[in-house]
């Protein structure tokens, strides 16, 4: 059974249409990437799957579970989980709270046991605050748990969005633009990390990429859109010797 799938959805605004009749399967454990020139609709296609903007068009499946209409947190308890083109961090807090906030959509201590500090509070406090520290962990990054978040170096602030959208617990993960802003080496270690959370946690990964190396290099399926709709999908091989794609690239 696919993990998502989308039925002919198309979004307009106003009277440009953004994306059109685009279909897509994704099963379990699959790394697919979602490329096309400034503008194609990529970061619109996130938006219609996670419940940003509901799809002028079409149906969005998360398994049997059709999710139009839904909102971003619903969906995210769904097995949805993001990241987004521009870094969206809570700034403000330290590494582990950007952590320990993903893992409270699970916790279950009332209102009123919040308010007055009561015994499963604290319970439950201290399970998130281990689970956290090990995630961080995996990532190596448990040094840095006490650190603004601000204060992080970019790759890091990167990494560690990836770690709270892990936090959440998705079947599947979607990755705006992951290596944008990196240089060289932080593109090459986060193509590590994407690697090893694919294999630790086995989620399936839709990524939209405009760095060509990291996209051929790791997605074993690709998906091209051009004007909000899919022109190519295939192996890195097919793409890159597909002429419409070429053409699209190159302006032809
Ligand atoms: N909220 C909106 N209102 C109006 N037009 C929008 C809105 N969001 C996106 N668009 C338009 O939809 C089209 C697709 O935009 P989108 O951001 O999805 O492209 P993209 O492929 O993600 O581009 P990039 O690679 O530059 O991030 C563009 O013409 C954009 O201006």
Same mark, same amino acid.
């Given at each position: ?5 989308? /039925? ?12 059109? $009749?685009?279909?897509? /399967? ?21 938006? &219609? ?47 582990? $709270? ?28 201290? /399970? ?15 040094? $840095? ?53 694919? /294999? ?10 405009? $760095? ?17 709709? &899919? ?22």
């Amino acid at each position: 059974m696919s993990l998502l799938k989308t /039925e002919h959805i198309g979004m307009t605004f106003g009277g440009l249409k953004a994306v059109s $009749d685009f279909s897509i /399967e994704i099963k379990e454990n699959e790394l697919v990437g979602l490329i096309g020139p400034n503008g194609a609709g990529k970061t619109t296609i996130f938006n &219609m799957l996670t419940g940003v903007y509901a799809p002028t068009e079409g149906k969005v499946y998360l398994g049997e579970t059709v999710v139009n209409g839904k909102k971003p947190y619903q969906i995210v308890n769904l097995g949805l989980g993001r990241t987004f083109q521009n870094i969206r961090l809570f700034k403000e807090l330290s590494v582990i $709270d950007n952590i320990k906030i993903a893992f409270h959509k699970d916790m279950s201590y009332s209102t009123i046991s919040a308010v007055f500090r009561g015994k499963k509070f604290w319970k439950e406090e201290k /399970e998130i605050d281990i689970k956290a520290r090990e995630l961080l962990g995996l990532f190596n990054m448990e040094e $840095d748990a006490s650190v603004l978040s601000s204060n992080l170096p970019y790759g890091k602030q990167r990494k560690l969005e990836i770690c709270r959208a892990l936090a959440t617990n998705p079947k599947l993960l979607l990755l705006d633009e992951p290596a944008a802003g990196m240089n060289p080496q932080e593109t090459k270690e986060l193509m590590e990390t994407i690697a090893f959370i694919r /294999e630790k946690f086995k989620v399936s990964i839709l990524l939209i990429e405009h $760095d060509m190396s990291l996209v051929m290099g790791i997605c074993e399926r690709i998906v091209v859109i051009d004007y909000g709709r &899919m022109i190519a999908a295939g192996t890195p091989a097919e793409i890159k010797s597909n002429e419409k794609v070429i053409g699209a690239y190159l302006g032809q």
